[in-house]
């Protein structure tokens, strides 16, 4: 497979990382976008992002500088942190990933447009009368009025 290819395959699963590079901090932040409202210590962090621990330590103090990230409560020894969504950094972040995968979602559609069926056009509802059953003796009878929803 050549480099283009791969880079476009990378890019088509994780759309942010693709654009923003595939440093520690881009993937770590690009989980944590994914994930906003549950929170984690760092040892989930690392597992969870595939980030090392000891760069999770380096690159917490920034997190938490920008408001990107937030302690939520202490758990024993263990520190739990939450993505900051009140944060205008945040939302600049989710925006971007946002407008990303907006890109990614139309070439996607543009490249498969024939794999998905026109919409069907506007059909107006069915007549009961279709459904009454008329019968030559009794003209009033109907039959399956109540089992057909229209």
Same mark, same amino acid.
């Given at each position: 497979?050549?480099?283009?290819?791969?880079?476009?395959?990378?890019?088509?699963?994780? #759309?942010?990382?693709? %654009?923003?590079?595939?440093?520690?901090?881009?993937?770590?932040?690009?989980?944590?976008?994914?994930? #906003?409202?549950?929170?984690?210590?760092?040892?989930?962090?690392?597992?969870?992002?595939? %980030?090392?621990?000891?760069?999770?330590?380096?690159?917490? #103090?920034?997190?938490?500088?920008?408001?990107?990230?937030?302690?939520?409560?202490?758990?024993?020894?263990?520190?739990?942190?939450?993505?900051?969504?009140?944060?205008?950094?945040?939302?600049?972040?989710?925006?971007?990933?946002?407008?990303?995968?907006?890109? %990614?979602?139309?070439?996607?559609?543009?490249?498969?447009?024939?794999?998905?069926?026109?919409?069907?056009?506007?059909?107006?509802?069915? #007549?009961?009368?279709?459904?009454?059953?008329?019968?030559?003796?009794?003209?009033?009878?109907?039959?399956?009025?109540?089992?057909?929803?229209?």
């Amino acid at each position: 497979m050549s480099r283009k290819n791969e880079e476009e395959e990378f890019i088509e699963r994780k #759309p942010f990382e693709g %654009v923003m590079g595939m440093s520690s901090n881009v993937r770590l932040i690009d989980f944590l976008m994914a994930h #906003p409202f549950d929170s984690y210590s760092i040892k989930e962090l690392s597992e969870f992002s595939g %980030v090392s621990r000891t760069k999770i330590y380096d690159i917490l #103090p920034l997190l938490l500088r920008f408001g990107i990230l937030k302690k939520v409560r202490d758990i024993g020894s263990i520190t739990m942190y939450q993505t900051d969504l009140s944060s205008d950094v945040t939302k600049a972040i989710i925006k971007l990933n946002s407008s990303i995968l907006d890109v %990614v979602v139309d070439e996607e559609l543009e490249e498969n447009e024939e794999a998905y069926p026109a919409p069907m056009p506007y059909m107006p509802p069915i #007549p009961k009368e279709l459904f009454v059953y008329k019968d030559q003796k009794r003209s009033d009878k109907r039959i399956y009025e109540d089992l057909i929803t229209v």
